[in-house]
């Protein structure tokens, strides 16, 4: 029987990324105000780790560059629509879904990390927007907690989709985003 060829497809920096996302956001989501300082450097960690992300999506190996797959919102529609029909095009790298949801992941969590930082600084005058006021802490108290639950049930689409895409495709792309290769 004849081995598969694999291709080194997640680079370690990008799995290193989001494993420690994982982890930052789910303790942040868990902790919220009962343990503040904890919740706060979570939040800090999921901070830098999507600055890390921006920088990495033009830096980074060519499956990390935003210009190797960001895509239209027609072709993930045309994508998913392929989806339904479990025929859809194999892709090494994202797919257009997931190419989506990554864009849909990096603009929620940024506005769960901002509207973060102005309770913060509504609430406890501290961190970097510790000057905002308290005048609309609920406000942005709101905001904040919607972003966290839309992420999180962003999250739970790209578990689905990532099941979805290994039972199509016949292969684990947990495991791969663990060890880095794909069957070429």
Not at 13 to 30: K, Q, S
Not at 62 to 89: E, W
Not at 95 to 104: D, E, V
């Amino acid at each position: 029987m004849e081995t598969p060829l694999l291709v080194k497809v997640w680079d370690l920096p990008l799995r290193i990324f989001h494993w420690l996302l994982v982890a930052g956001f789910l303790i942040a989501y868990l902790t919220e105000d009962e343990l503040l300082t904890v919740h706060v450097w979570a939040g800090y960690l999921v901070t830098g780790l999507l600055i890390f992300r921006i920088i990495w999506g033009f830096v980074g190996n060519d499956y990390a560059r935003f210009s190797n797959f960001v895509c239209s919102p027609i072709k993930s529609i045309v994508y998913l629509k392929d989806l339904i029909t479990l025929q859809t095009q194999r892709y090494l790298g994202h797919n257009p879904a997931g190419a989506a949801m990554i864009i849909l992941l990096l603009v929620s969590l940024f506005a769960t990390v901002i509207t973060g930082f102005a309770v913060y600084g509504a609430d406890q005058a501290a961190g970097p927007l510790a000057g905002i006021g308290a005048a609309n802490e609920e406000i942005w108290e709101e905001v904040h907690e919607f972003f966290a639950n839309f992420s999180l049930v962003l999250v739970a689409a790209h578990i689905l989709g990532v099941a979805v895409e290994s039972y199509i495709h016949k292969e684990n792309l947990a495991r791969s985003m663990l060890h880095g290769f794909k069957k070429k």
